[in-house]
Structure formats: C-alpha cells, structure tokens
C-alpha cells in the first residue's frame, strides 16, 4: 500500500484531516451560514406557502366576483352571466340563549351552485330553517350541529339613512339550526377580502334569506367559477348587456289610461344621475318631484300630511307663477280658501344620517283644481310603510307622524284617494324646497308621443350603463397578487438576520486569516518543487470546497430547525395571540440557494486569502509571508524585554485585520441593538389629542351601519339613548366602505383597502391625531382641510398612517391608489398626509363627502370614535354596547385598539433585536476563537514568559488583555455610532428609549460572556508545560 | 571547457532601496560538478541558491539553463523547470506533516510527464532504502530524527532526477556526525545520480567536500 502513486486527492485529504480543528470550525462556520440563510429563507417559503394556501381556500375555484353592497340586481344575471348567485349581508350571531354571540359575521345566501365552487366536496344543501356555518365561527360560538342560532342580517337598503325608512327596519332577525360546519376548503373561509383570519361566515339557503330582506330574487353578488371567469371581458360583455333598469332599482311603468311611461325608483327619489339620463332620453320627459307636507294651513286651519307635488306645466296644464299653489277643491273646502290667498306649507327637509329638519314655506293659491279630474294617486311615490297601508293609523313611516292630528276626514280621504296630492307647485319650486342628497324627482313622466316603454328602456339603459354599470373583479388574480406583493418575509428575515450573516462571514474570514501563514507554507513548499501556482491554488479551494460542502449541508437541517424556532417566535408573538396559524415549508430552491451561497462565501474568503500570496516570489512564501506583517522583524531581539502591556499592544497591532474584523463585528452588533433600543415607539398619553387615539377613548364597530346622527340628541334617541346619558361627550361617525385590512396585521398586500369616511372639520376642531407629514398645508390651515381640497378630476385626497402607508400598501407621501367606485368608474386615491400611527391602522381615511360621491348607497356610519369625559369610559361603553346591540356593536378602548396597532411594530423589533443579539454572540465566540489560536500560536513566546518567571495568570491575562481592549473598542465605537444616530431623535418627541434596561443587559451579558469564553481559553491553552512549547519553538 | 549547465551572469538582487543583496555574481556550474557556497551569515547565499533554483527571480542580470534565459519563461514554465530539473533541500527540512516520509517524497511527481509516476514511485522506494529510511516510509515527518528528516528531503529533491541539486544549509539544525553523513550521502548521489550540487554551508569541513567553493562577501563574490 506504500507503494501507491501519491495523488493531488490525497494530498488535499490529508491536509483536511490533518487541520481537521480549523477545517472543523470552517464547518461549522459555513453551516452557521447556511443555517442562518435557509432558515431566513425558509420562513419566507412558509409565509408564502401559508398565504398562499390560505387564499386559495378563501376563493376556492371563483376566478371573477362581482359584488354590489347595497345595490341588489335580479339574481337572473346569475344565469345570464353563467355565474353563482349570492346575497351577501353583513349580521351579527348569537347562540339562541344568548350565551354567545360574535358581532360582525358575514350572512350568504346560497343556492346549490355554490358548492361547486368549493375546492372540495361536501357543501350542504340548506333548508328552510337551517344554516351552515364556518369552522372559524362554529369555533368562536362554541356551536355544533343542531344548535339553535339567533342571526340577525343588515337589510340591503340603498337609501338606509334615509329619514322615510321606517326605524329600526335596517335589520331583520330570525331563527335557525346548524345543519353543518363548513370546512376550511369547503368554501369555508369564503369572503372577498384579503385577509388571513378565517372569516366569521353563516351560510343561508338563499330563497330564504331574500324573502327575509322582501327582496325576492335578488342578489348583490356574483361568483364566476372557472368557466364562466376564464374570460372576464366576455364575462363582463354579458354583464353589461344584461344589466338592465331593475337591477337599479328602476322602474318603468305604463301609466293608466294610456298616459305614457313613468320612470320610478324603488327608492323614492332617483338618484341625479339617472335623473340626468331619464330627461336625455326624450326631449319630451317631465320630472315629477312628490312630497309629504307635514301640515298645510291657512287662516288658523290646518290640514295634516299631505302629499303636494311639483309638476311641469307641460303635464299639468296650469300656469302657475314660482309663488303659486294650485289646490284642489277638496283642500280649498278643508281650509275655506280661495284664489290669493296664503297657504303655508310645513314639512321635513332630509339630511344624512335620518336628519329631518321641519322648515317652511308660504305660496299664494293660484287656482282651485277639481280634485275628480286631479286625485292621481301614481303621482306620489310608493313611500316605505305608508303606500301599502290601508289605513292612516297603519302608517309606518320612518317620519315622526303624529297619528294624533290625523282626523277621521283624513282617514276617508287617504281610504278614498289614497296618496293622491291635494296641492300642485311649479316643479322649481318644489326642487328648490325639496332637494336632496338621494335625488330631486320622485318620477320622470314620457307622454306617450316619447315613444313606447321598451324602446325608452332600451335607450336609457344605454345611457345609463355608460356611466354606472358594476364590473367583476378579478378576485383570484387579485388574491393571488396579496400574497405574490406580500412583504417578501425571507427577505425581511435575511435583513433581520444580516447581523448574523455578516459574523458568520467574519468567522470564515478570521478562519483563513489564521490559517493564512501556514497555508502560504504549504503553497509555497509545493511551488518550490514544481507545482504550478494555479494548481496549487486550485488544491487550495478545493480543500475549502471540500469543507464548506458539507458544512453546507449541516447547516440546512440546522437551518430548518432555526426557521422552525423563528416561526414559532414568529406565531408565539403575533397579535392578537393564538390567531396567526403558518404552515411550515421550504423549497429546494431556497435550500439549494442558502447552500450555495454560503459556500460561495467560504471560497470568496478562501479567494480573498489566497490573494495574499499570488505574485509573491516563492522563497518568500515559504517563510509563510509573515514577515510582511511589521512589528515581526524586531520580535525575535526584543523578546527578552517583552513586558506584558507591550506584549499585549504589540499583539493587536500585528494582526491589524484580525483586530478591525473581531472590534468590527462588535461594534455592528452594539450599535444595532442601541439603535434599535432606541427605536422603540413612543408611547404617548393616549388621552392626549395630538395622540394616535385623537383623543377619543371608545371606539365603536359596528356589523350593521348606523343610519343616525348619534352626534345629535334626535340620533341618539333613535337608539333609545338619552342625550343626558353622553352628556360632555363628543361623537364622531366615520362611514366604512369594507376592504382588506392594509395594516400590519395583513400578511398578504392588501388589494382593495378599507376606506373611512371622515368629516375633515370634526377633527379640525378637536385638533385630534397627529400628522408625520403632508403635501403644503396653507398658512395657518389644518391639514385636515387637504382631504377638502379639489384635485384633478378623478383624484381624492386620502390620509393613512405611517405603518398602512409604508408597509401595508408599500406607498408614500403623494402616490396613488386606484380604486374602482359603485358605478363602476375607476378613480385616484392620492395620499396628501402621512398620520402618526392610529386607531385608523390598515384603513385609508378619505372626506366623507368624498365617500358619498363615490358610493352613494353605502349607508350610515359603522364607525364611531367617542371621546367622554374621564372616569365614564365603562359606564357609557356598557351603554352602547347595549342600545346598539342590534347593530353588532363592538366597543373597544381606543388606546389598547392603538397599542394593538403598535404590538405589532414591537414584534418586529424584538425579533430584529434577538437576531442580533445572536449575532453578537456569534461574534463573541469569534473571539473566544481568537484567543485560543493566539495563545496556541505564540505558545513559545508564553512559555518564555511563564520560564522567566510570570505566573499562569499573568500570561493568561496577557491573552486576554487583547480581546478586552478589542471588545471594548467595538462596544465604544458602536454606542457612538448609535448616539450618534439616535440623538436626534432623542432630542424630538416621537420616540424614546423606553426599552433601556434590556439591551443594556443583553450586552452585559454577551460582553461578560465573550470575556469570560477568552479567559478559560487562555487559562486553558496556557496549562501546557511551558518547556514543550519552548522546545517546539 | 564544456557548455555549463546553469550559468549566471551579472546577477544582482535588491529589495527595495536597500543596498543590494547580491551585486554582480557571475558563476558557471558544470553538470555533474560539486560546488559550495560559503560566507557569513546574511551575505546572500539563500539569494542566490534562491535565484539559481528560479524561485526568485534577479533585478538584473541573467540566469541561464543549459544556454537558456529563465528570463523569458513565464511562472508555469519555471514551475515545470524547478520541478523536472532542480531539487531542492532547505535548512529547514519544509516536508509536509500531514504526508508520510514516503509520500512526501513523491510531492514532485504530483506533476511530472506522463509514464514518469510508476518509475518514479519504484525511485522512491529504492532512493529511500539507499538512505537508509526502508523502514521509515510511513512514518510522518513529526515521528522522524531531524538527520532522517533531511534524508527524506534529499529523496524528495532527487525523484525527478533532475540535474541540478540545491540544498542551502541543509545540516544547519544536525550536529556534526549526522551533518558528515549527510553530507557524505549527498557526495554519493551527486556521484550515482550525475547531479550537480550546490550546496550552502557554514562549516568548512563540509565545504572542503565539494569540488569548487565559492565565497560570497556582502553579496559579492570571492574564491574559497
Ligand atoms: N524579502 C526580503 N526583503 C528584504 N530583505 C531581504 C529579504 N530576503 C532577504 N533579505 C536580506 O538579504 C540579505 C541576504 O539574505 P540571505 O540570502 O538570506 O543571507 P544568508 O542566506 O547568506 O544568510 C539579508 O540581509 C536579508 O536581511
Ligand atoms: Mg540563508
């Protein structure tokens, strides 16, 4: 076997085996590496894996969505379309004793389509009298099959704040068994945001729940599976032409006796609009506009609810003069008044939110109509519970009507005539008096010279459908995108982890920095006997190829293990606890990429050492270079006169970049966790306005919006609240148009971020929230005026806070956001204000005006902020909750929903701050390193020291004097870098160090530990008989 | 006289702008030819077996192998020139310590011609039982005698049969009667093999061996 051929093979094992110590610590290096690379990378693979699957069971197969709110169309579009219907309402739950109950859940009604949606098998066909509900929810109820559920939906009403609707008709409840729990990927985390926690779903046969809301055959959403959705511009062709006057509430309607075609809203007025369309179609269109007057009077009569309507003199036929009222003989009996004289009008103008203000108005009767040729009782519009009742006393209006004053004469005349008006005005009279938000006409009126009803039709839904026609989502490119845009979390993680990644690399470097003097030897011996200088290098690399591979692969199973632990930390941390499930994966790319890159790193050190030697003549080489480093030459004289302190400098300045790498290393690690320390958010008095609460102290969510002003005592009594009860308290609504959650708590990109629709003058005057920064405000101006300001056409004013703009939608200061509205027109969003962050996380808050513009029939606030005098927050809190019960009320504190918002931000940085204090530790082992290989390569030297007679602790100390001087160097340095940098922001008010004592003490710890580490290295190497080292030397 | 084998003409060394090393050497060696190289020490005489061996390369002058300039050849040609004609043995013994004693001599052959690897290993194993080392071959360097040590180093120079022996100081850390064996070994070689030998010595006893000695005074040079 001695006889065998020596190959290059050989050889370089041999060299591995025989450094097998320093090898082993590459090793090791190299896994560190890998480890902490595939580890990263890992957790972002898990993150996407998990987003990923996640969506993929919230959409199941939907590829298309079409979703309406508020706005129902004839569930034959389903079929029209080749889509699945649904009526999707938002309610509120309860276990029927009550014991439970979970505010805000998403009501569906389903037919038997929708289970061909899901991505597995199993979805119930309900029943009358049964629903289904999410895993999520089932969970939350602590409900099984065959428990009784109380579910209470919100009614899809377009008009839902609107004063006519009867109160406390915004909502309908009933009664049902849980059939089934819904599984995950049955469909059971269906909804059309993008978002990660299981939605809260009830699943309802739909014939069921449309009769409930009396919208038989109606539906506001459209699912297209995958036929149906592979081609959305077919898809939404069909839509569109399809999309016809009913599924807008519209009506055109033969009028009796061939008088032509009326265009009536099932929402009383039409909305401007479509008012606009109705009077383009035919130059021949008249607009009716109906009203009921409180009270009509004259000469200390008085005539109580009364329909008057305003006409065209084209279909009245009268002249009347602006001033002029023309009554019928009827009214004039009632009254006893005759031409001239002064009727006087009473009657409610509609504001938002249910507001009614009793105004006024004075005409002049301008003639007296016979009531036989005039009582048309289509004049007036069908008013929601008051047209279908027979009988006065039935009424049902949303209208305080004060039954009282109705007389038995009225009574004949209503179970006679019905709505029939008793009073006609100039149509511009009646605009000018009556106007409002939801429209200025009951009804337009086509002569029958206009044209038939279908060929009207016809017309005006082309016009319409130009302006406002709903389009489908693309939904699953859309979810698909919320988590392909989704923070990258392994690169996050490599950038958290970069600490760690850079004292692996130091390790690796100060390896062959170490090993660099023996390893020019070995070059040089094998030059000198003929070996080329690129073989001789090549054996070189292959050496460390051959140590890094397999650290490589140590360090991945290791890697796995550390993206286990970060995950868990990851979960464990999360707010609010326990909701965040990740699903463990990783790629074979990531762990191919972490294995590569780590070795290449350990060639790319090995390459950097081998540069030392390259171009050096041989002979030098092999004297291992050394003498280049200064300091050496005048070793060998002035050894005898070594005194320790000299010793110990001369050893740090012979090895100026071993000293820089291990101070450098240090020093990134102190400053980081300085800084970071330093980072943390301030925690203002949440009291404060200035704060990221405004100053408010209850937030109140609710499922179902409220159609009142509560800012108003009239609002407040609507909910059986008494205005004594918040007395010094200020309330402020926001409308809510749902979206995805674009705050921290959204792994994925949100797609379609909830709005908030906010009265910009509200906060203005309280000088609530804080702003970081915002486009130029006015002298003196608020910027809460910028929400006011007009843009371009098609551009609104938006504010978010810091965390939703920067690291949920990856905005800022001035960019856009495009958003498709109600009608289907598409718009900017142009972020004009960057607010410190708020109660407001993961929502873009836009002028209230700005929302009611864009989505007319989102009704009511579903948003309240509440700021009441200190000391009453429970009391008032247990208030709501209980008036608005009905509602889904959810009230919380707004400082803990504001610390919620921010745990957030702390997670992240306490798991910045524990990789980095990782790191240091690493790096401290670097040093502990450090000091054994000193020690073992200057043995001689020791020995001498220990042979001229200094103790064991004195050479020891002479070992660790170094490291003492370069760890303190690192730890100085890095605390100036970091004041430094914090200063500044020390000085200012948003933050400040809260979290001093624990990285104090983790550097403590870390810097003790390296010290301790060097010491029992330098006891330890220095134990050797000092004569065996001298003679070696 | 016959054409030398290696022949410097004119040859100075500076580092830097230090006075130089070796200033105007000019010296033939014959094949086959013994030669020593004596002075104090630091006068050049590693310098100038450094030179002669191509491991360092002249600030002027010439080195010329067998009528050749080394001057022209880049470093893989000299890497092949110090590998097939040259052996070296240093003061210190510089054997690799994760090698066996017989391994170490077959480093050289790690990159000779084709065909040379089998005879070279059978070289091996007899040079190393002509030294006295056949029961040593296995042996690390680490578990060998400083004189065997510098045995195994003269076998690893000679196994390409190369025609020029250098060895500077090679019985610096050998006391006396290892130092005239190993000598005396050399002696017998430079006789069997037909190498020329240059060797760098101290003591004059030795230098007395070689056929030819030549003085170096503070880099310049003097006859014996
Ligand atoms: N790389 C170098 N740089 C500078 N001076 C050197 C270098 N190598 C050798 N010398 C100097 O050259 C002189 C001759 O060295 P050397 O040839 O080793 O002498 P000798 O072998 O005769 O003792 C010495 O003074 C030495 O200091
Ligand atoms: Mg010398």
Redesign the interface.
């Known amino acids: 076997m001695?006889?065998?051929?020596?190959?290059?093979g050989?050889?370089i094992g041999?060299?591995l085996?025989?450094?097998w110590r320093s090898n082993l610590c590459l090793v090791l290096a190299v896994a560190a590496c890998a480890a902490v690379i595939a580890g990263a990378l890992a957790v972002g693979d898990s993150m996407r894996y998990t987003l990923r699957s996640l969506s993929n069971q919230r959409i199941g197969q939907v590829r298309q969505a079409l979703f309406t709110g508020n706005r129902l169309f004839r569930q034959e579009l389903a079929e029209l379309t080749g889509a699945v219907p649904v009526l999707r309402l938002s309610g509120i739950v309860s276990q029927s004793d009550g014991a439970r109950r979970v505010n805000s859940i998403q009501v569906l009604g389903v037919d038997a389509h929708f289970a061909g949606l899901a991505l597995a098998p199993g979805f119930t066909e309900l029943t009358n009298g049964t629903v289904a509900i999410s895993l999520a929810l089932a969970r939350r109820l602590e409900a099984r099959v065959g428990d009784e559920l109380l579910v209470r939906v919100a009614k899809a009403e377009m008009t839902g704040e609107l004063a006519l609707n009867p109160k406390g008709e915004t909502s309908r409840a009933f009664r049902a068994r849980v059939q089934a729990i819904v599984q995950d990927d049955q469909m059971g985390r269906f909804t059309l945001e993008n978002t990660q926690a299981p939605p809260l779903n009830v699943y309802v046969s739909l014939p069921v729940l449309q009769a409930l809301i009396d919208h038989q055959a109606q539906v506001n959403l459209l699912l297209a599976g995958p036929e149906a959705g592979a081609f959305p511009q077919q898809l939404n062709d069909r839509l569109e032409k399809a999309w016809a006057l009913p599924d807008r509430g519209l009506a055109l309607v033969d009028l009796p006796g061939q008088a032509g075609v009326e265009l009536r809203s099932r929402d009383v007025f039409l909305p401007p609009d479509v008012e606009r369309a109705a009077l383009m179609v035919s130059s021949q269109a008249v607009g009716v506009l109906s009203y009921l007057v409180n009270s009509l009077s004259a000469g200390g009569k008085s005539t109580p609810y009364s329909f008057v309507v305003g006409l065209d003199p084209l279909l009245s036929g009268m002249r009347l003069e602006p001033d002029e009222v023309a009554v019928t003989d009827w009214l004039a009996d009632d009254l006893a008044i005759t031409n001239g004289a002064r009727l006087d009008l009473r009657f409610f103008v509609l504001g938002p939110l249910r507001t009614l203000v009793e105004t006024g108005a004075v005409f002049r009767v301008g003639g007296v109509v016979p009531l036989k040729d005039y009582a048309d009782p289509t004049l007036t519009p069908e008013l929601p519970g008051l047209s279908e009742s027979v009988n006065c006393r039935d009424w049902e209006s949303g209208l305080p009507i004060d039954l009282g004053r109705v007389r038995p004469k009225d009574e004949a005349y209503w179970e006679m005539w019905r709505g029939a008006p008793k009073a006609f005005i100039t149509l511009e009279a009646a605009r000018s008096l009556w106007s409002n938000r939801w429209g200025c006409l009951t009804a337009v009126r086509y002569p029958p010279t206009a044209g038939g009803r279908s060929e009207l039709e016809g017309r005006l839904t082309a016009l319409l459908n130009a302006t406002d026609r709903p389009v489908f989502k693309p939904v699953r490119d859309d979810a698909r995108k919320a988590w392909h845009q989704a923070l990258d979390f392994g690169q996050l993680f490599l950038g958290l982890s970069f600490f760690l990644v850079v004292s692996t690399i130091c390790m690796m470097a100060l390896l062959f920095r170490l090993a660099a003097g023996q390893q020019t030897?070995?070059a040089g011996?094998?030059?000198?006997?003929?070996?080329?200088?690129?073989?001789v290098q090549g054996w070189l690399m292959a050496g460390t190829v051959l140590a890094a591979v397999p650290g490589g692969v140590v360090g991945l199973p290791a890697g796995l293990l550390y993206a286990k632990g970060l995950l868990w930390g990851f979960e464990s941390l999360w707010q609010p606890p326990g909701t965040l499930r990740l699903m463990f994966k990783v790629s074979l790319v990531s762990l191919a990429a972490a294995w590569l890159v780590a070795i290449a790193l350990a060639l790319g050190a090995a390459w950097f050492m081998l540069r030392r030697f390259r171009g050096k003549?041989?002979?030098?080489m092999?004297e291992g270079l050394e003498d280049d480093e200064p300091g050496r030459r005048g070793r060998r004289t002035s050894r005898r006169l070594a005194v320790r302190a000299d010793l110990a400098r001369r050893q740090a300045g012979r090895h100026p970049g071993r000293s820089a790498l291990i101070s450098g290393m240090v020093a990134c690690a102190v400053f980081l966790l300085v800084v970071v320390a330093v980072f943390q958010p301030h925690e203002a008095d949440p009291r404060a306005r200035a704060s990221g609460t405004g100053g408010f102290s209850l937030m109140v969510e609710t499922a179902i919006p409220i159609g009142a002003d509560l800012s108003r005592p009239g609002g407040l009594e609507a909910y059986g609240i008494a205005a004594a009860e918040l007395k010094g308290a200020d309330v402020v609504g926001l409308r809510v148009r749902p979206g995805d959650d674009a705050g921290c708590g959204n792994l994925g990109r949100a797609q379609d971020p909830r709005l908030l629709g906010v009265d910009p003058e509200a906060f203005r005057k309280r000088g609530s929230f804080g702003f970081l920064k915002t486009l130029p405000v006015k002298k003196e101006g608020s910027p809460w005026l910028l929400l006011e300001a007009g843009l371009e056409p098609d551009v609104i004013p938006a504010f978010a806070d810091e965390n939703t703009l920067m690291w949920g939608l990856g905005k800022a200061l001035g960019d856009e956001l495009t958003y498709i509205d109600e009608r289907g027109q598409s718009f900017r969003l142009r972020f004009v204000g960057v607010l410190e962050n708020s109660i407001f996380q993961g929502g873009i808050l836009i002028s209230e005006q700005a929302m009611m513009a864009r989505y007319p029939t989102l009704a009511g606030q579903s948003l309240l902020l509440i700021d009441v005098p200190e000391g009453n927050e429970s009391r008032v809190a247990d208030l709501l909750g209980r008036q608005l019960c009905d509602e889904g009320a959810e009230v919380s504190l707004c400082a803990q929903r504001l610390a919620e918002g921010g745990a957030l931000t702390v997670m992240y940085l306490k798991l910045f701050q524990t990789l980095g204090g990782l790191g240091l530790l690493l790096g401290v082992g670097v040093v502990a390193l450090v000091v054994v290989r000193n020690a073992w390569e200057r043995q001689g030297e020791l020995a001498l020291l220990r042979a001229v007679g200094y103790s064991r602790r004195d050479v020891a100390g002479v070992l660790v004097q170094e490291q003492v001087r370069l760890i303190g160097w690192g730890m100085g340095v890095g605390v100036a870098a970091a004041l430094v940098v914090a200063l500044p922001i020390l000085g200012g008010s948003r933050f400040i160090a809260v979290c001093w004592p624990g990285p104090v003490i983790m550097l403590m710890t870390v810097a003790m530990g390296g010290l301790l580490a060097s010491a029992l290295a330098a006891w330890a190497v220095t134990g050797s008989t000092p004569w065996n080292a001298l003679r070696r030397e | 006289m016959s054409m030398p084998l290696i022949e410097l003409r004119d040859v100075t060394k500076r580092y830097g702008k230090d006075e130089p090393v070796i200033q105007g050497v000019s010296l033939a060696i014959q094949a086959g030819e013994t030669l020593a190289v004596v002075g104090p020490s630091g006068s050049g005489k590693?310098t100038l077996l450094?030179i002669l061996?191509a491991?360092?390369?002249p600030t002027s002058g010439q080195v010329l192998f067998e009528q050749e300039d080394l001057a022209q050849y880049g470093?893989?040609w000299l890497?092949?020139?110090?590998?097939?004609q040259?052996g070296?043995v240093?003061q210190r013994h510089?054997l690799?310590?994760?090698?066996?004693a017989?391994?170490n001599v077959?480093?050289?052959?790690?990159?000779t011609r084709p065909g040379w690897?089998?005879t070279?290993?059978?070289r091996a194993?007899r040079l190393m039982t002509r030294v006295g080392l056949g029961g040593k071959?296995?042996s690390r360097p680490g578990e060998l005698s400083g004189g065997e040590r510098q045995r195994v180093a003269v076998v690893?120079a000679l196994i390409?049969a190369p025609k020029l022996l250098l060895a500077d100081e090679p019985t610096g850390s050998l006391d006396a009667v290892l130092a005239g064996s190993l000598v005396d070994l050399l002696v017998d070689l430079n006789r069997e093999e037909g190498v020329a030998l240059v060797m760098v010595t101290h003591a004059e006893a030795l230098a007395r061996r070689m056929g030819k000695i030549l003085e170096l005074h503070a880099g310049k040079l003097g006859k014996g």
């Not at chain 1, 011996?525 to 073989?535: E, F, Y």
């Not at chain 2, 690799?96 to 066996?100: A, E, F, G, M």
Request: net charge positive; aromatic share 6%.
């Open positions: 001695g006889k065998r051929p020596l190959t290059a050989r050889l041999r060299t085996v025989f450094h030897e070995l011996i094998l030059m000198a006997l003929g070996i080329g200088s690129r073989k003549p041989v002979c030098r092999l | 590693s450094n061996g491991l360092d390369s470093d893989d890497a092949e020139f110090r590998n097939r040259v070296f240093f510089h690799l310590p994760q090698l066996t017989f391994e077959l480093v050289p052959t790690l990159v690897k089998d070279a290993t059978e194993e071959m296995h690893r390409n």
